[in-house]
């Protein structure tokens, strides 16, 4: 019945902290073994009690004050310097824009709703089809979850008890992958469909853009560059990361009033603790699953399939794409990680980073595959295009994503290389 509960649950649209956290009650009441009721709040702490967990709201926070404060607009004023001249370069323009998003953000569905805002618009106005700017501009938020800072790694490096900064360099190599992969995609639907041919900045736009522009990236400087360089941990990189946001919103470009911060800190608040909650709820539903030694069932299972680390991987991917479609990622994070990484680790010698690496991309891939597809209806309800069309044209990089797992898969020294390991 547990497991009935859990579908309709899920199927009724019920939250999904509380199916987990409802799941987890009703399966100790059904079992008879009603003094783990005595430890279930004991546990919902225990899921949160992790100083690492501090960054998850400082990102957020960042994210907000660059948007508010113009930042993020310099970003894409410098991503124009870049690619700006290319064919179809303002899908160019809004995939650069997004992987310097990516270095600050660190969550892909709130990448995907302010990126929308920002570049749909712009590419409407110069002839590009509403549901393909969408797309790129959803795609783009798949880059978040690889490229440093990422929420997800965040919590999978407390989960699985390996330093988040080393994690944050692991997905650096992949993130440029994928970013590559990316732009391939554009230039074959550019060619296909014969968009517009960019015009390069003029001298003064170019040097009015880098002078704005270049104090904006030091916000993801100031976070890669203090991991990197052993200055910071990734909490306060994040802390610091929102205090440079803040004084160049306010200071330097002026768009940041004190006014605002009401704002800005109630939306932050309310959204990290939504991501708080659900890592609570999925952290008493992962102790239950544990205490029915599912993790040794699944290990027996899947030894018994096959032997080869990368076949395995290509199972855990397949698995993994099908639970992103109906389970956020964040909790099926949780979920899935006390099950899979000891399997992987002891039964297949593979890196924790590797699979981390692999595990998060493929349930970010959840946010735009239907039935749930989150990230799909948060770029349409930006975007006012619907939400089958931007996926038809999303296809082609949903399979770039796919080739870069595959690759990512089969070759270990992609994730480990930079961290020696």
Known sequence: MTVVVFAILLLAAVPIALVLALTAAWYIADSGNTVLFESYPQQLFGAIESYGLLAIPLFMLAGELMNEGGVTRRLIDLARLLVGGFRGGLAYINLVAN???????GSAASQIAIMSRAMVPAMEREGYDKPYSAAITAAGGLLSPIIPPSMLFVLFGVIAQ????????????PGLLLGFSFF??????????QYPKGNWPTRDEARRALIMGVPALSIPLIIIGGILL?????TESAALASLAALLLGRLLYGELTLGQLPRVLTRTAVNAGLVIMLIAAAGVFGWVVTYERLPQMAAAAISALTTDPFLFLLLVIGSLLLVGMVIDGIAALILVVPILLPIATQQFGISP????VVVCLTL??????PPVGAGLFIASSMTGASTLRIFR????????????????AWQPWLTTGLIGR
């Open 364 to 369: 970010v891939l959840g946010l735009l595959t």
């Open 99 to 105: 992987m310097m998003m990516a270095a600050i953000i």
């Open 162 to 173: 390996v330093p988040i900064a080393e994690m944050f360099i692991a997905g650096i190599l």
């Open 353 to 356: 980073y590797q699979f981390g």
């Open 230 to 234: 052993g200055v910071a941990t990734p």
């Open 393 to 408: 044209a999303l296809i082609p990089f949903l399979l770039a994503t796919l080739a870069t797992l595959v690759l990512l």
């Open 184 to 193: 391939l995609a554009i230039a074959v639907v550019g060619l296909r469909q």
